[in-house]
């Protein structure tokens, strides 16, 4: 190369110039003319520059040897021949040297043959070269040398009449890496072209990708929703979502980095949201988001200035659909072109939002707190909508074993027939702030089937409603927000039966006071959520007890509502009856009737533990139908040895047999009755102690003759230590003798005697035995 351009400066001579050095030089001539506006270059453009023509007719006379190649000959032949065979062997050395690694020398001689091209004026093909050649100086970070490639570019298509690819190299011109070493007057001219440009309706039609004139940067302003991440495997990329919910209020921040010399104005600014699902389908096609993809188009409307350096704009929105949305695309409308910025080419990180359902906040209130075992009751459900917009719903009523409940406004006359274990009533749609109320009867039984009784009785209220923002039909008003479904929820109630009795007995006593007359205490427990009034009560004593006529101390006590915790006092003043007609209970049991606010009573029967006072009332008809004697033994010394014998005394106290205590019912035999009085038997045993008795140990006493009696014998202790158990004594009547002489048939009755005996008496072991012994016959003497 270098040789065919020497050899045509010596074919041409010093009177003329080489086209190639002329073409190649520092500044081009193309370049040294003066600057022609856009629309004005478009009216003078031909088809072929002036120094085209020229250069075509201007013919070389240069005299070569005969032993000259042809090839050389026609190289030489005009300017025209000579700059083909350059640019022909320029391509081949281009071809070369990029196939040797050596790209920064093929570069080079790319941009020489890109003048050369100029020169000539066909500049399509200038382009070409250049187009495949601008990048090479910007990935060597050299940026003077890639704004003038850039600005070489910019030269031939705008003379070729390329408007597409002059707008497109326009703004790569902008570069902010090119922006310190563009020249002022170069990139006024620039934006001057790219501003006459983009009026014209050539470049509305393409979809403008996202150039480096202007960039942008999408953020959420949020101080309270939370951020999570998501991967994306189609884009390899995270998703950073941000957590929000139906009707807030959000604002999207969008930056807006300029990068011209002077503002423009631009017609709107477009924002555009992306369901997930669609963005995923989006870019697994032709990656490519449209307005028949988004979702929602949120923008900004003209007049919309963008000064050089940043800018800030912000988009409003209340979404009242929930879903997973990617603010996919910023589009700026710029004239009669739109710049499309889409978030998964740009280096950015890729913005979403996860719109959750608002929170609702419909209440309901389920009435009463609970339910009492063995009644029916009313249950009032109220449905407070709040500030939601509810389009519809349902109510189920689910009631466990044990319960069953009626459809609402049921017929009296159908009632048995109606009831059921569930029950579904619809809910119509309501505004805000309104309010519903259901009402209905619920049955409980008293006892329930299985086995386990811990099982607790239940009704469930599921109310599911759909539902939406409080704010939907004014943002829906405007026509913006593309309609969606409703959201819903679940809410649920529960009213169980109560695990204890609505009142329970923390204690019941009862005292003898008089001689024939009993106080009975009771202290209830109220158990009931909810107040209740006690409207009467009752108690019901088996026999031999009966509340007195005027022995109910409770009237007027309870006539105030009774909340849960406090405890209930009940006094009674009771008579010992024996011979009263009126049936009894087989216990004692109190019954209380409650009254609630709706004026329905319920009945609560109290089993009361008063067996202490009945035992003792069954012991004294014992004792009155028993004869009671005492007897004391008494022993003369505390110690003695094992074998020896040791004095006791019993001394009896007869004085109950003689007048026992008069039974309450007539006695099979009185002793206390005139008539002859039965002779009592006394027998001492040692059975179970530790002695053996002597002397008269069993007898008869006359109880006519006194009342106290002594009745001595002998005990030998049989072992030794201290003895702790002593002999008794057991006495009993002897069976009436009539006047005839025969047994009576009469019945005696038991006597019980209540020994009274030492503490402890020490025995000793014996030492030694003085022994004497005696022959077996004492006639052999």
Same mark, same amino acid.
């Given at each position: 190369i270098l040789r065919l351009i020497r050899l045509g400066d010596l074919a041409l001579g010093e009177e003329k110039v080489n086209p190639i050095r002329r073409a190649t030089s520092e500044r081009p001539a193309d370049t040294l003319k003066p600057w022609v506006p856009w629309k004005e270059l478009r009216k003078q453009r031909g088809s072929m520059s002036p120094e085209r023509k020229k250069n075509i007719i201007e013919a070389w006379t240069i005299n070569f040897s005969p032993d000259v190649s042809s090839w050389v000959r026609n190289a030489f032949s005009n300017s025209s021949t000579y700059e083909d065979t350059y640019l022909e062997l320029a391509k081949a050395a281009v071809y070369i040297n990029r196939?040797?690694?050596?790209?920064?020398?093929?570069?080079?001689?790319?941009?020489?043959?890109?003048?050369?091209?100029?020169?000539?004026?066909?500049? &399509?093909?200038? !382009?070409?070269?250049?187009?495949?050649?601008?990048?090479?100086? !910007?990935?060597?970070?050299?940026?003077? !040398?890639?704004?003038?490639?850039?600005?070489?570019?910019?030269?031939?298509?705008?003379?070729?009449?390329? @408007?597409?690819?002059?707008?497109?190299?326009?703004?790569?011109?902008?570069?902010?890496?090119? =922006?310190?070493?563009?020249?002022?007057?170069?990139?006024?001219?620039?934006?001057?072209?790219?501003?006459?440009?983009?009026?014209?309706?050539?470049?509305?039609?393409?979809?403008?990708?996202?150039?480096?004139?202007?960039?942008?940067?999408?953020?959420?302003?949020?101080?309270?929703a939370g951020k999570s991440s998501q991967p994306l495997p189609f884009l390899r990329r995270k998703l950073s979502k941000y957590l929000t919910y139906v009707g807030d209020e959000l604002r999207f921040s969008l930056?807006?980095?300029?990068?011209?010399?002077?503002?423009?104005?631009?017609?709107?600014?477009?924002?555009?949201?992306?369901?997930?699902?669609?963005?995923?389908?989006?870019?697994?096609? &032709?990656?490519?988001?449209?307005?028949?993809?988004?979702?929602?188009?949120?923008?900004?409307?003209?007049?919309?200035?963008?000064?050089?350096?940043?800018?800030?704009?912000?988009?409003? /929105?209340?979404?009242?659909?929930?879903?997973?949305?990617?603010?996919?695309? @910023?589009?700026?409308?710029?004239?009669?072109? =739109?710049?499309f910025y889409d978030s998964a080419l740009l280096r950015k990180p890729l913005v979403g939002l996860d719109i959750q359902p608002s929170e609702p906040t419909q209440t309901i209130e389920l009435n009463p707190l609970f339910l009492i075992p063995g009644h029916v009751q009313n249950v009032r459900l109220v449905f407070h909508s709040g500030s939601d917009i509810i389009t519809g719903g349902a109510v189920t009523l689910i009631c466990s074993e044990g319960l069953q409940v009626v459809p609402p406004k049921t017929d009296q006359s159908k009632l048995e027939e109606a009831w059921r274990d569930e029950c579904v009533i619809p809910l119509d749609a309501c505004e805000p702030g309104k309010k519903i @109320?259901?009402?209905?009867?619920?049955? =409980?039984?008293?006892?329930?089937?299985?086995?386990?009784?811990?099982?607790?009785?239940?009704?469930?209220?599921?109310?599911?409603?759909?539902?939406?923002?409080k704010s939907y039909d004014s943002v829906m008003e405007k026509g913006e927000e593309p309609d969606s479904n409703p959201m819903k929820t679940l809410l649920e109630a529960m009213v169980t039966t109560l695990d204890r009795p609505a009142l329970a007995v923390d204690g019941s006593e009862a005292f003898v006071f008089d001689e024939d007359r009993v106080m009975v205490n009771v202290s209830l427990?109220?158990?009931?959520?909810?107040?209740?009034?006690?409207?009467? /009560? &009752?108690?019901?004593?088996?026999?031999?007890?009966?509340?007195?006529?005027?022995?109910?101390? &409770?009237?007027?006590?309870?006539?105030?509502?009774?909340?849960?915790?406090?405890?209930?006092?009940?006094?009674?003043?009771?008579?010992?009856?024996?011979?009263?007609?009126?049936?009894?209970?087989?216990?004692?049991?109190l019954r209380v009737v409650l009254q609630d606010d709706f004026g329905k009573t319920f009945l609560q029967v109290l089993p009361l533990n008063l067996d202490d006072i009945y035992k003792q009332l069954r012991k004294e008809d014992e004792y009155a139908e028993l004869h009671n004697a005492t007897a004391e033994l008494v022993c003369s010394i505390k110690e003695g040895s094992v074998g020896h014998p040791v004095p006791f005394v019993y001394n009896l106290n007869l004085q109950s047999l003689i007048s026992p205590k008069a039974r309450r019912s007539n006695m099979s035999v009185s002793v206390a009755s005139e008539g002859p009085r039965p002779t009592v038997l006394y027998t001492i045993i040692s059975e179970?102690?530790?002695?053996?008795?002597?002397?008269?140990?069993?007898?008869?006493?006359?109880?006519?003759?006194?009342?106290?009696?002594?009745?001595?014998?002998?005990?030998?202790?049989?072992?030794?230590?201290?003895?702790?158990?002593?002999?008794?004594?057991?006495?009993?009547?002897?069976?009436?003798?009539?006047?005839?002489?025969?047994?009576?048939? =009469?019945?005696?009755?038991?006597?019980?005697v209540l020994t009274k005996t030492p503490e402890r008496f020490k025995s000793l072991a014996f030492t030694n035995s003085l022994s004497l012994a005696v022959p077996q016959d004492l006639e052999e003497f």
């Open positions: 196939r040797a690694g050596r790209f920064r020398f093929a570069s080079r001689l790319e941009d020489h043959r890109a003048e050369v091209l100029i020169s000539r004026g066909e500049y &399509n093909l200038a !382009a070409d070269v250049l187009s495949n050649n601008v990048g090479a100086c !910007a990935r060597d970070q050299w940026n003077r !040398a890639h704004y003038w490639r850039i600005f070489r570019l910019a030269c031939c298509q705008r003379v070729s009449g390329d @408007v597409l690819a002059y707008l497109e190299t326009l703004t790569q011109s902008f570069n902010p890496r090119l =922006s310190s070493v563009a020249p002022k007057k170069t990139a006024s001219l620039f934006q001057n072209d790219l501003e006459a440009l983009i009026t014209d309706a050539a470049v509305a039609e393409p979809r403008w990708g996202a150039f480096p004139f202007l960039e942008t940067e999408l953020s959420i302003e949020s101080e309270t930056s807006i980095n300029s990068h011209l010399p002077r503002a423009i104005s631009v017609n709107g600014i477009r924002l555009y949201l992306v369901t997930l699902a669609s963005y995923e389908q989006v870019y697994r096609g &032709n990656g490519t988001v449209s307005e028949e993809d988004s979702f929602r188009i949120l923008s900004i409307d003209a007049p919309i200035t963008i000064e050089p350096g940043k800018n800030q704009f912000s988009f409003p /929105w209340q979404p009242m659909t929930y879903n997973v949305y990617v603010l996919a695309t @910023v589009e700026i409308q710029w004239k009669e072109a =739109s710049f @109320v259901i009402t209905t009867l619920v049955k =409980s039984t008293s006892s329930r089937n299985g086995n386990n009784a811990d099982d607790v009785q239940e009704m469930m209220a599921k109310v599911e409603t759909s539902y939406r923002h427990h109220c158990n009931t959520p909810v107040p209740f009034f006690v409207k009467e /009560w &009752n108690l019901d004593l088996p026999s031999p007890l009966v509340v007195e006529e005027d022995g109910d101390l &409770n009237k007027g006590m309870f006539q105030h509502a009774i909340p849960e915790g406090d405890m209930l006092l009940f006094g009674f003043k009771c008579l010992r009856a024996d011979d009263s007609d009126d049936p009894s209970s087989e216990r004692p049991i179970g102690s530790d002695w053996i008795v002597s002397g008269k140990v069993q007898g008869l006493i006359d109880s006519k003759r006194s009342d106290i009696v002594s009745i001595p014998f002998r005990g030998i202790p049989t072992r030794s230590g201290l003895l702790r158990h002593f002999p008794e004594i057991i006495i009993e009547y002897l069976p009436i003798t009539t006047l005839s002489g025969s047994l009576s048939s =009469s019945l005696t009755p038991p006597i019980t």
